[in-house]
């Protein structure tokens, strides 16, 4: 079956440094959300990729959905505190498909 | 409070009690999700809903696992003779029919403890 991989795990930073999360699929996907789930809460919807290249930002987050629209990244820039927490992609194989298939999730602590 | 909202927010039960979980999703959408997700992990998909059809499951969803939405409104989750792999948090999503992006809102979910 679909199969998301997410990389690294963990990662711990500096605030003020920069953190990128990988996403990688095992099949094409119509499309590619990502989430933001703080230590205790829920999952909270960010953003969605649907073409192929597509580069999307806000503010200081970066968001890439790769050519072959097989692997996605998000890259914040200069973190915050605030950005502690864990970051989901999640994935759907065929356009209009309600099943998201989420991955591990790469969970990012931040030393003040 | 206008978002999802699931209850109860947690739930202790022994080996073989049957639970049930309720969900209220946001009143204008008419899909609703259910998920589970277990420590470091990411949310699995369980079934949905768009009004009140089922119209997809997981085949992680055993025959000990239903779930209804009689009226299109609120669901519920039932688990019957519990198991201590059953221990998770059961989340629920719902999103709107049309539109893009489809983003589903997470309610708080249920914590499930099986001893």
């Known amino acids: 079956g679909q199969q998301v991989m997410q990389i690294p795990q963990y990662q711990h930073v500096q605030e003020g440094e920069d953190f990128t999360t990988y996403c990688n699929s095992s099949?094409?996907?119509?499309?590619i959300q990502w989430y933001k789930q703080r230590p205790g809460g829920h999952p909270v919807f960010l953003i969605q990729l649907v073409k192929s290249g597509e580069v999307k930002k806000q503010k200081r987050l970066t968001f890439q959905f790769g050519e072959a629209k097989k692997n996605s990244s998000l890259h914040i820039t200069a973190t915050q505190t605030t950005d502690v927490g864990t970051y989901f992609c999640?994935?759907?194989?065929?356009?209009?498909?309600?099943?998201?298939?989420f991955g591990q999730g790469t969970r990012l602590t931040i030393n003040p | 409070d206008t978002g999802v909202s699931q209850d109860p927010r947690h739930k202790i039960t022994k080996r073989g009690q049957n639970v049930t979980f309720r969900c209220d999703p946001i009143?204008?959408?008419?899909?609703l999700y259910w998920y589970r997700q277990t420590l470091g992990q990411g949310p699995e998909f369980l079934t949905y809903f768009q009004n009140e059809a089922q119209l997809e499951k997981s085949r992680l969803l055993s025959d000990r696992f239903s779930a209804e939405r009689p009226k299109g409104s609120f669901s519920t989750l039932e688990i019957q003779r519990t198991e201590q792999g059953d221990s998770a948090m059961y989340l629920c999503a719902s999103s709107f029919l049309q539109g893009a992006p489809y983003e589903q809102y997470f309610g708080p979910g249920t914590r499930l403890t099986v001893t």
């Open positions: 999640a994935g759907t194989r065929t356009q209009g498909a309600q099943k998201l298939v």
């Open positions: 009143s204008e959408h008419n899909r």
């Open positions: 099949t094409t996907l119509s499309n």
